[in-house]
């Protein structure tokens, strides 16, 4: 289109939409750690105050001279613009945007200033500490890959934001960062899950294993309807997208990504090697350019980091009093496999525990759902907790284990014992925010990076909480599952898989019937440098963590909802 045409589409758009607060105490924000963002663009200026731009580095020129951030911008606020442009319907942007340039106009950040630079470019911003954010960073590098999940320096500095250990402001932090992609040129016009696969050049790149983080992988729904005139589209509906990178470990560190967003498909004509891209297979979003050009394209895990920064401003500002750890929870936790992930693992292989590692090194926890985190429905219940767990206390010449926290849970127990014959799924969430050691030397080891572990187990259908408690006590000094326990090997992803990183997520289908008997989960610690260091002083030794818990009854018409809502205010975490 002509410029002036475009020109008339934003007013068309702006026109349909309505703007979140202005007040910065009520606002829920996204600050793009990027290029910049340009303030000329009427559907950016809406939700950006040039006051509110900002540089690692003083003295760099706070415009977006790249497009990149820009970019990033209009999908971090209204998503893919084409369906707005497609669509007559109103328009809510709940949330605003702050810009904190962490890349230079020219040349790149030297690697060992990469951190230094981030954490720069949040203390500038911070000069309104009191925000409500949430911090998207589409930018990673190849210099540390291979590293296959252990920390970087980078990816460390990440970990210590987000617990507030770094910083001026000392305060957690919830941060999004992409997986990186494969370089465009790769071969796989054919077969390009096996490039995404390949150990050697497809590994995610650093900053994103980083264990506090919400790392984002790339997936499309994308057909090419509509699109190119011939030739295929790479990707099925459903399945990763073919530039995104993946987890070559599967086991020690965090399953990374976290989840997999809308990030555009790629097309094979035929007759290239290599993968073409079609502006019709990428989401439409703003151009720096204005008034020259309005919109512009966006792809890959670019894309996906900003659509899913725009989800978790958004559920942030439904619930502004939640803690970090526990949107995450709730964000992360709300991600399933579609059909088309589920189609590489055949129906006989389901309840092999190994089976799942494609799905996790892929995928991660599939493709998140705003809806499901938003709202507990009638039949699908969540339950959360935030609370507090001093793991360790000094004994003799050492430290040991100190406490567990038992909940109690205002499980609705008169609801599920009247489902006869019926089944329910239970999902648990369990997030905290480690403090990372940021010695090299200690990079290796899982149990000398973090500060602190944390397990949950849940309560046996003929277990008194007496006997639950010393179980969990046995197993929690090594960090190892009861195999004799009443929940060995019932769970879909099964205590290894679920025990690394610092989310822990695990899914459950049994009898509701014995689900009613079974409402007390434990929270307890494991290994740590916390427990390894007597020079840490002790009273700071202290861990957040959320546990969300979710029962869900698929369609059954059940009023669970309004027996644990009678429940709920009785309802307590015990200390042991």
Not at 278 to 306: E, G, K, Q
Not at 502 to 525: N, W
Request: net charge negative; charged share 25%.
């Amino acid at each position: 289109m002509e410029a002036e045409e475009q020109a008339e589409w934003v007013q068309d758009v702006l026109g349909r939409t309505q703007y979140g607060p202005v007040d910065q105490q009520a606002a829920s924000y996204i600050t793009l750690l990027d290029t910049g963002i340009t303030l000329a663009h009427p559907l950016l200026q809406q939700a950006l105050d040039a006051a509110d731009r900002h540089a690692a580095v003083p003295g760099w020129d706070l415009e977006d001279l790249d497009g990149h951030g820009s970019r990033m911008a209009g999908v971090a606020l209204y998503g893919d613009l084409r369906s707005h442009l497609q669509s007559t319907s109103a328009i809510h942007v709940p949330h605003r945007l702050e810009s904190a340039k962490v890349i230079p106009d020219a040349g790149q950040n030297p690697h060992h200033l990469l951190g230094d630079r981030t954490q720069k470019a949040i203390n500038a911003v911070e000069v309104e500490p009191d925000r409500l954010r949430t911090f998207a960073l589409a930018t990673t590098t190849d210099d540390d890959t291979p590293h296959s999940g252990a920390p970087t320096s980078w990816s460390t500095e990440l970990d210590q934001l987000s617990v507030g250990r770094s910083g001026i402001v000392k305060q957690q932090r919830l941060i999004v960062v992409s997986a990186g992609n494969l370089s465009p040129q790769h071969d796989g016009t054919n077969d390009y899950l096996s490039k995404c696969d390949d150990d050697d050049e497809a590994e995610i790149e650093s900053p994103a294993q980083a264990w506090n983080t919400i790392a984002v992988g790339a997936m499309t729904e994308m057909n090419g309807v509509g699109g190119p005139t011939h030739g295929s589209t790479l990707a099925a509906q459903g399945d990763l997208a073919p530039m995104s990178r993946t987890a070559s470990w599967t086991k020690t560190w965090p399953i990374k990504p976290d989840i997999v967003l809308e990030g555009g498909n790629w097309f094979n004509d035929g007759y290239s090697t290599t993968p073409n891209q079609h502006s019709d297979l990428m989401l439409v979003t703003t151009s720096r350019n204005y008034p020259a050009r309005s919109f512009t394209h966006i792809a890959d895990t670019s894309a996906a980091t900003a659509l899913a920064a725009r989800e978790i401003a958004t559920l942030r500002s439904s619930y502004p009093n939640l803690w970090p750890e526990t949107i995450r929870a709730l964000y992360v936790g709300s991600a399933r496999w579609t059909n088309q992930m589920w189609s590489y693992i055949d129906p006989a292989d389901r309840k092999k525990k190994g089976a799942y590692d494609v799905m996790f090194s892929r995928y991660g926890y599939g493709q998140p759902n705003l809806e499901r985190a938003l709202r507990s429905a009638r039949s699908a219940v969540t339950l959360i907790a935030e609370d507090r767990i001093r793991p360790y206390e000094n004994k003799g010449s050492g430290r040991k284990l100190n406490e567990m926290r038992l909940f109690e849970l205002p499980w609705p127990t008169d609801v599920l014992r009247g489902m006869v014959g019926q089944s329910v799924t239970l999902r648990i969430a369990l997030s905290t925010f480690i403090e990372p050691n940021p010695s090299e030397v200690a990079r290796g080891r899982k149990n000398r990076y973090a500060s602190h572990g944390l397990r949950f187990s849940l309560k046996g259908a003929d277990e008194d909480v007496e006997a639950f408690t010393r179980r969990v006590g046995r197993t929690a000094v090594d960090d190892l599952q009861d195999d004799n326990g009443p929940d060995s090997g019932e769970w879909d992803f099964g205590y290894n898989r679920r025990s690394v990183g610092s989310m822990h997520i695990d899914t459950l289908t049994i009898a509701a019937s014995d689900l009613a008997q079974r409402g007390v989960i434990a929270v307890y610690p494991v290994g740590g440098w916390w427990k390894e260091n007597r020079n840490v002083n002790p009273e700071r030794c202290v861990a957040r963590f959320s546990l969300v818990v979710e029962i869900d009854a698929d369609e059954a018409d059940v009023h669970l909802y309004a027996e644990v809502q009678a429940k709920v205010p009785v309802a307590a975490a015990v200390q042991v």
